[in-house]
């Protein structure tokens, strides 16, 4: 089957025999896990489908008692509820403790356990473009929940260095001390994006991160999150804003001949690691990513 031709059938037949798994939002009609997820068991031959679940933030409580007593096999948690469902569950990651965010909800015969999936989710985009962050200088810019599970993740990957930049210093000072207090590294500068020694933070950076909406659609007209003179050819630079695939600072990066990760890659290897603690099978990735763009192409 060539992937780049055909069209995926992510239809599912639905019986009594189907294992349920979804994601809850609010709102969440924009939502492209359940092409994606869909597309996986079919490609596999699986017995499940995956819905998404519109969710109010006063109904978090019966979602997740929905959960266990449907007996679904699993939920995904975007916003606004990835702090809110964790006092419901039985168990919580550690990595899903220290950010206070869950992302993944697994359920074994009503034991309901919480994960957070995004680091290691980009921790495998960064891997599959032949990249690693151990022993390397990295820079992330934002200080938002994507930044902290980023940051974290790197962190304990080993890089060498660690620096954190955004607007607001302050927010940058509070997500520095949490990486330090729960990885090997025992100092991580938080700066403005105004501050003087931003420039050099970026330009020294191996690997750029910018976890902030900055070109995000439908602003994609605006200046990138850093000058575009402060990047340079030697580094790995990722935006985790997958609409557009190439944002404003993408296409600096490109220019002045720095590889890039656009944030395509962290969503789909996030859901993949999610799809394989539900199924206990390996994520049939490269269908997971066809889905995924061909319903970004949709809008």
């Known amino acids: 089957m060539n992937l780049t031709t055909m069209r995926l059938d992510t ?56 959960l266990r007593g449907l007996q679904m096999r699993g939920l995904n948690v975007t916003i606004p509820h990835k702090a809110a469902v964790v006092e419901y569950l039985d168990e919580v990651s550690e990595i899903a403790q220290i950010l206070d965010a869950v992302n993944t909800i697994t359920n074994v015969e009503g034991h309901l356990t919480g994960y957070n ?23 992330v810019i934002g200080a938002g929940g994507a930044a902290r599970a980023v940051a974290v993740a790197v962190a304990r990957a080993d890089a060498e260095e660690l620096t954190i930049l955004n607007r607001t210093a302050s927010r ?11 990885s090997p590294l025992a100092a991580v500068p938080a700066l ?14 191996d690997i750029l991160i910018d976890c902030t909406p900055v070109g995000m659609h439908p602003h994609e007209d605006v200046p990138p999150v850093v000058p575009a003179g402060w990047l340079t050819g030697h580094q790995l630079v990722c935006d985790l804003t ?5 944002t404003v600072l993408l296409q600096a990066a490109r220019q002045v001949g720095a590889r890039t990760l656009d944030g ?27 889905a995924l763009l061909e319903g970004l192409d949709r809008g």
């Open 172 to 182: 940058a000072v509070q997500l520095s001390e949490l990486v330090t207090q729960h």
């Open 11 to 66: 239809a599912v037949d639905i019986n009594g025999e189907t294992q349920i798994a979804g994601v809850i939002a609010w709102p969440v009609g924009h939502s492209l896990s359940p092409p994606m997820h869909n597309a996986a068991f079919k490609h596999l031959g699986l017995n499940w489908a995956y819905a998404a679940f519109e969710v109010p933030p006063d109904r978090v409580k019966q979602a997740i008692a929905g």
């Open 192 to 205: 403005g994006l105004d501050a003087p020694e931003a420039a050099e933070a970026v330009r020294s950076a």
């Open 264 to 290: 395509t890659g962290m969503l789909v290897h996030q859901g993949a690691i999610a799809f394989e603690r539900w199924t206990g099978q390996e994520a049939p990735v490269a269908i997971m990513r066809q």
């Open 242 to 246: 997958y609409n557009p695939r190439e």
């Open 117 to 139: 999936t995004d680091g290691p989710g980009f921790l495998r985009a960064v891997a599959e473009v032949g990249e690693e962050v151990t022993g390397k200088r990295v820079t």
